[in-house]
């Protein structure tokens, strides 16, 4: 059964440093998402990604945060300069459409710990 | 105002025994997915079931089932004859229909455990 994955599983990184967080998304799904769970807390949305624009984002995703689909099968999440409090679970989703209806998968995650 | 609202941060079941996961929503918009996700230790997450609001029978999956009940705007997940590996956090999720909404919105989640 097709699934999303996720590469890496856990980054470790100094604060200030960039990290790109990658995904690939179920080859026929033609919307992308990135939500993060801060340890023990809700899961919060970012992003989500249509035909190479961001189509929805969320007042989390400041000018910190950017996306790309950098080929066809790739989508990634960069964060310029990270913050302590970036450290989460982040997980990259995809659905075949966006209607109500559609339900997303999500990946593994990567756990990303900001030092 | 809390959009998904689950009450119960914490069950304890016995194994075999049904269990009752609640969910309340609140929306106005008429069209909307209620969505439940099991994420287990290991942390990846899992998507269990869907309701739509225009459905007019409850979900099931397997051992799964939603109780849906829209009048009162509640969600929730029935899982039958419980089994160890059940034990996860459960995470009820809406996604609304109008305007250019793509996100889910979560609840808080509620932490599962079936002793032996």
């Known amino acids: 059964e097709p699934e999303v994955t996720q590469t890496p599983s856990h980054q470790v990184t100094q604060m200030g440093q960039e990290v790109i967080l990658r995904c690939v998304p179920i080859?026929?799904?033609?919307?992308f998402y990135w939500y993060r769970q801060i340890l023990g807390q809700k899961v919060e949305f970012l992003v989500s990604f249509y035909n190479n624009e961001i189509s929805e984002k969320s007042e989390i995703f400041d000018d910190q945060f950017s996306v790309e689909r950098p080929d066809g099968s790739n989508f990634t999440l960069k964060i310029r300069s990270t913050k302590l409090e970036d450290s989460a679970m982040y997980f990259c989703?995809?659905?075949?459409?966006?209607?109500?209806?559609?339900?997303?998968?999500f990946g593994p995650g990567t756990r990303l710990t900001v030092l | 105002a809390q959009k998904i609202t689950q009450t119960q941060p914490g069950m304890f079941v016995q194994e075999k025994e049904a269990v009752t996961l609640d969910c309340t929503y609140d929306t106005s918009d008429p069209s909307y997915g209620l969505f439940w996700y099991k994420q287990p230790s290991s942390g990846e997450m899992i998507f269990l079931i869907y309701q739509g609001s225009y459905d007019q029978q409850n979900a099931t999956e397997g051992r799964y089932s939603l109780n849906f009940q829209k009048a009162r705007k509640s969600a929730n997940l029935v899982i039958s004859a419980s089994q160890l590996g059940d034990s996860a956090m459960y995470f009820c999720?809406?996604?609304?229909?109008?305007?250019?909404?793509?996100?889910?919105?979560w609840g808080a989640g509620t932490k599962l455990i079936i002793k032996p």
């Open positions: 999720a809406m996604r609304e229909g109008l305007g250019s909404n793509y996100q889910l919105i």
């Open positions: 080859s026929n799904h033609l919307y």
């Open positions: 989703a995809s659905s075949p459409r966006a209607t109500t209806r559609d339900t997303q998968y």
